[in-house]
């Protein structure tokens, strides 16, 4: 099978690219500068040229609180791009796989969110990422959107390297701890969505599905976690000082739950994450084999 990965900076396409060796696939990663998700039009020609079986779009605009003051650019990526990835796919008779997020959600639920829950997100990017969705599914009947949430990985900007950078500066670090969700390991991330896209045409079931770290947690138990586990490792730690989401600066409002049920993707995959803690531990031991560089 051919597979393109588009999006060659993230963490998640990092980390596709890394999984993929491991797997029965002919990969091409494309991205800057093939193409600006800014002016599509490129992109799609990149993806007919390269003819793939499936196409996976790891790219977006992810800069939550920029997205507020440049909503122009956070949809022109996040959907009509996303849109017009989707099309390209279809149009070659590929499947296709597109990343989502909880921030789709308005996070007053009590429980888990389960994929036919309402939508009704609170910024500029849930909003964003929502319509891409939307854009996608509409112009290709083979598309797998996967829902996911709290990604981080041993590289790139995420919460367990900005927790561990702040911990080399400060003996304690002020974190939120009413803001409950499912942290999820870009390598597993990447595991699961290879697996799902190597299978998708066999199972034959498409649409929308959560895939996220087993388990929840909340900001600050995870950064409890972070360092715990940094400590044991002779890495960096800090004290945690809990505090509410109304105390952290910031102009986006985000989902107080994050907690995605991935019952479904189980159901149907037989794709069950592993507990976000032994993930975590993955992810430490590499950091400490790098030495700790977070910078």
């Known amino acids: 099978m051919k597979a393109v990965i588009i999006g060659r900076a993230g963490q998640v396409a990092r980390a596709l690219a890394h999984e993929a060796r491991a797997a029965p696939l002919a990969l091409q990663v494309l991205g800057r500068p093939e193409f600006d998700l800014e002016h599509p039009a490129a992109l799609e020609e990149a993806i007919k040229r390269a003819e793939p079986d499936i196409v996976i779009n790891a790219a977006a605009y992810t800069a ?45 639920k009590l429980g888990a969110y389960v994929e036919g829950d309402e939508t009704a997100p609170r910024s500029v990017y849930g909003a964003s990422k929502r319509e891409g969705e939307s854009r996608a599914l509409s112009v290709n009947a083979r598309t797998l959107v996967l829902r996911t949430s709290w990604v981080y990985d041993a590289s790139g900007g995420n919460f367990v390297r900005t927790m561990l950078r702040l911990a080399k500066a400060k003996p304690k670090v002020d974190v939120v701890a009413d803001q409950v969700g499912c942290p999820t390991f870009a390598s597993d991330l990447a595991q699961a969505t290879l697996r799902a896209a190597g299978e998708a045409r066999s199972v034959d079931k498409w649409g929308i599905y959560n895939c996220a770290g087993a388990g929840e947690a909340s900001w600050a138990t995870f950064a409890q976690a972070v360092f715990a586990g940094a400590r044991a490792r002779g890495g960096p730690f800090a004290e945690v000082n809990p505090i509410a989401a109304r105390d ?48």
């Not at 609180?65 to 909503?71: F, I, Q, W």
């Not at 017009?84 to 989502?100: C, M, P, Q, T």
């Not at 794709?271 to 084999?289: G, V, Y």
Request: glycine residues 4%; proline residues 4%; negative net charge.
């Open 248 to 295: 952290f600066p910031s102009r986006v409002a985000r989902p107080a739950n994050s907690r995605l049920d991935c019952s479904k993707l189980a159901a149907d995959y037989g794709i069950r994450m592993r507990p976000w803690e032994e993930a975590l531990n993955t992810c430490l031991d590499e950091l400490a084999a790098d030495g700790w560089r977070v910078e």
């Open 64 to 108: 939550v609180e920029r997205a507020e003051t440049e909503p122009e650019r956070a949809f022109q990526v996040n959907a009509v791009a996303a849109e017009a990835i989707a099309r390209a796919a279809s149009e070659l008779g590929a499947a296709h796989v597109l990343y989502s997020t909880d921030y789709v959600f308005s996070g007053d």
